[in-house]
């Protein structure tokens, strides 16, 4: 169907008045956008803003109750996601569907109907294109989660997809991985491939986005090219009010002790599956970060210390004890709790109520001290305190979006009383409001003496935070910087060993 005006005949996406409603709950309210070729246009908004059901929308994954959706010129109007995908659509989900035990190629190809080994020379071509290093026959459960990324966005290419959505793809990327989606990005807008882009990031969006429309309840609250908006005027747009002040969320008592040099984690020549011989302590109140690129073995470590993964030698210990015979109950037995970075395998129960979930991991602890109500009012506490969107603590966290997913999961792990915290990645696809609660948060833990691993691709939050920094790379400790150490030190370390090992 031709489309009703000059200006929109050029649009890749053309949406409408689009209306979708969840329950009484409007969660869309007229919104009304476009996409045009080759250009990358950031779509930001607060936590439960709607961003995902807007993308869901256009990809034909949510149904509006009103509004038109066109993609390249003809109406969406059966919505589904491969009539989205006909029209070419391809939306790069936050986290990529991945199916471990096929091949990366497999992986690409899957849903066609041609068989991968005849599509091969095409995605090799995309590939090349691209000039991205991806051994196809790899099996896809040894991908990192930035490789992950890549793959989605093949998915898309071979489907031949002139318009993308990808929703947040540089949270788990570190700085350099980032500037190598960036290079993509840019190849595919020169190309004719017009890409939304979701971050909460401002300067990633200044970085690479021709124009940003805000979301604010449901709503475009501003809309326009890049270079006409000040961060200040984004900010305010997204947020409106300014963003309340942290809560002390901590149930230790008020007279908590003060950072000191009591060793609360110590870790000594530690190996397992991807690291070896990593040696460092954690005192109380301290907060150290520990940096690294993509597959240098932070996640790896941090989940052999809480038992989810084999110790190959070494030893754990907590509060100079032995921490012998990890798994993760025992651990929070002990006091020490990991937020972890994938939070769809261990994270959250997607379909217990938030309470409950928040709830969680003291269960484990107390299972028969609990009481609805005390979970009602704990989870009042994290919901006033971190701002978590959601209509009343028994909605499934299913229906929350990502960033208020996280901030749960984070309310768990706070919940149970903490005596060494280890946080990887913690503010994955938080707002840049609630971002700030939550550093405030952290700060407030070690004040009161918890000890803190943070494990971040994020450096600027490395700094803004961390008391001394541990850099990772290939596996090993690379090296220690001081507070206040820059970002580029940081790297340097980061990705100077990968590159002398490159060489
Ligand atoms: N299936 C559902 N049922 C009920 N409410 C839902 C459902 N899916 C989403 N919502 C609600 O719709 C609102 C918008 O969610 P959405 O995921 O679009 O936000 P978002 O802007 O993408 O947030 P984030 O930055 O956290 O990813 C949220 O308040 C969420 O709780």
């Known amino acids: 169907m031709a489309l009703r005006d000059g200006t929109a005949a050029q649009a890749l996406i053309d949406v409408r008045d689009v209306w979708k409603q969840y329950g009484p709950v409007a969660v869309l309210k007229g919104v009304s956008i476009t996409l045009a070729p080759g250009q990358i246009h950031a779509l930001l908004g607060g936590n439960g803003a709607g961003k995902s059901t807007l993308m869901k929308a256009i990809a034909g994954l949510v149904v509006p109750n009103s509004g038109s959706i066109a993609i390249a010129g003809t109406l969406l109007d059966r919505p589904s996601a491969a009539r989205a995908q006909r029209l070419g659509l391809y939306l790069v989900p936050q986290e990529a569907h991945i199916f471990g035990s096929q091949s990366v190629l ?6 066609l109907d041609k068989p991968a080994a005849r599509l091969r020379g095409r995605v090799e071509a995309l590939v090349a294109q691209l000039a991205v290093s991806l051994d196809l026959d790899a099996q896809a459960a040894t991908l990192e989660i930035a490789d992950r990324q890549i793959v989605e966005i093949l998915r898309g290419l071979i489907r031949e997809a002139r318009a993308l959505i990808l929703d947040e793809p540089t949270s788990a990327l570190t700085p350099h991985e980032v500037e190598a989606l960036f290079a993509r990005m840019r190849a595919l807008a020169a190309s004719g491939v017009g890409i939304f882009f979701i971050s909460h990031k401002l ?38 009010v300014a963003a309340p002040v942290a809560v002390d969320l901590s149930t230790a008592p008020a007279a908590a002790p003060a950072p000191g040099s009591e060793r609360r984690l110590e870790v000594e020549r530690l190996s397992g599956e991807g690291f070896s011989e ?4 954690l005192a109380a109140g301290e907060i150290v970060g520990l940096a690294g690129v993509v597959g240098a073995g932070r996640t790896e470590l941090a989940e052999t210390i809480f038992g989810l993964r084999p110790t190959l030698s070494g030893a754990v210990r907590l509060g100079g004890a032995p921490l012998e015979n990890r798994s993760p109950s025992v651990c929070i037995d002990r006091g020490l709790v990991y937020l972890p970075e994938d939070r769809q395998q261990f994270g959250l129960f997607l379909d217990a109520p938030l309470d409950w979930n928040a709830s969680a991991y003291l269960m484990h602890k107390m299972p ?32 929350l979006s990502g960033g208020n997913q ?20 913690p503010t994955r ?3 840049v409001a609630a971002r700030n609660d939550i550093y405030a948060l ?29 850099v990772m790379a290939f596996g090993a400790l690379e090296g ?12 340097g370390l980061a990705f100077g060993a990968r590159e002398a090992a490159d060489a």
């Open 368 to 399: 028969f001290f609990l009481r609805p109500r005390d979970e009602a009012r704990r989870f009042e506490r994290f919901r006033s305190a971190m701002g978590i969107k959601c209509e009343s603590h028994l909605q499934p966290a299913r229906r």
């Open 106 to 111: 497999e992986n690409i190809c899957m849903g």
């Open 406 to 425: 996280q901030k749960v999961l984070l309310a768990k792990c706070l919940a149970a009383d903490p005596q060494v915290l280890i946080l990887d990645e």
């Open 203 to 240: 300067r990633e969006i200044r970085e690479i986005c021709h124009d940003i429309s805000v979301l604010r309840d449901g709503a475009i609250v501003l809309s326009g090219p890049m270079s006409a908006h000040t961060d200040a005027e984004i900010v305010t747009a997204m947020t409106r």
């Open 278 to 281: 990593v040696s460092f302590s």
């Open 480 to 491: 220690e910087l001081p507070r206040g150490a820059s970002v580029d030190a940081i790297g």
């Open 442 to 470: 952290i700060r407030s833990l070690a004040a009161q003496g918890v000890a803190i691993l943070l494990i971040s691709s994020d450096f600027d939050e490395i700094v803004q935070l961390s008391d001394r920094v541990l």
């Open 429 to 431: 696809g938080v707002d």
